[in-house]
T-cell receptor
């Protein structure tokens, strides 16, 4: 079985500041890990994914995440926040056979001008 | 390419009524998913189809929920009868294949309110 814990349901940063969204996972097999973003009244959009290749993964819109097996973490970062980054972010893990994605509770990111 | 299409966008019904949602996946995508997203929570998988066969429906409340994917393309999700706790956004997603590394493409969802 697999699970995801996102630390902090709400994160607020100033425009231009570092964005750090935390995700810890649990999986009985080597995991595949994903970050999705959801803008208001829209579906989820893939930001990036880790599938056992490079541990530092670069995604769209300047986001990146680092897989740390020893810490069972997959935190999402962006060096400089932009107003357009305000959204809900979901970490997800796939540890099973036929791609069963399990999502975390989500972190709402607010950008202050 | 056209994205995943869902309809309706919004639906308000009274408890004990029935409701149906429709999804048209991206052309050529063999795998289709229905997720339930309750306010303040992450999406939860209800059912996964591979072509027109069910791969996983372990979290589908089968006493009231049903889903089908005729001809391996469009899909409908039905709730009968609805309960207050069914109020949520119902997301449809598709992917080219069922592999773990194949990302999901989501529609904009149907927001259901049960009063």
């Amino acid at each position: 079985a697999q699970s995801v814990t996102q630390l902090g349901s709400h994160v607020s940063v100033s425009e231009g500041a570092l964005v750090l969204l935390r995700c810890n996972y649990s999986s009985s097999v080597p995991p595949y890990l994903f970050w999705y973003v959801q803008y208001p009244n829209q579906g989820l959009q893939l930001l990036l994914k880790y599938t056992s290749a490079a541990t530092l993964v670069k995604g769209i819109n300047g986001f990146e995440a680092e897989f740390k097996k020893s810490e069972t973490s997959f935190h999402l970062t962006k060096p400089s926040a932009h107003m357009s980054d305000a959204a809900e972010y979901f970490c997800a893990v796939s540890g099973g056979g036929a791609q069963k994605l399990v999502f975390g509770q989500g972190t709402r990111l607010t950008i202050n001008p | 390419e056209a994205g995943v299409a869902q309809s309706p966008r919004y639906k308000i019904i009274e408890k004990r009524q029935s409701v149906a949602f429709w999804c048209n996946p991206i052309s050529g995508h063999a795998t289709l998913y229905w997720y339930q997203q309750i306010l303040g929570q992450g999406p939860k998988l209800l059912i996964q189809f591979q072509n027109n066969g069910v791969v996983d429906d372990s979290q589908l409340p089968k006493d009231r929920f049903s889903a089908e994917r005729l001809k391996g393309v469009d899909s409908t999700l039905k709730i009968q009868p609805a309960k207050l706790e069914d109020s949520a956004v119902y997301l449809c997603a598709s992917s080219p294949r069922a592999g773990r590394d194949s990302p999901l493409h989501f529609g904009n969802g149907t927001r259901l309110t049960v009063t």
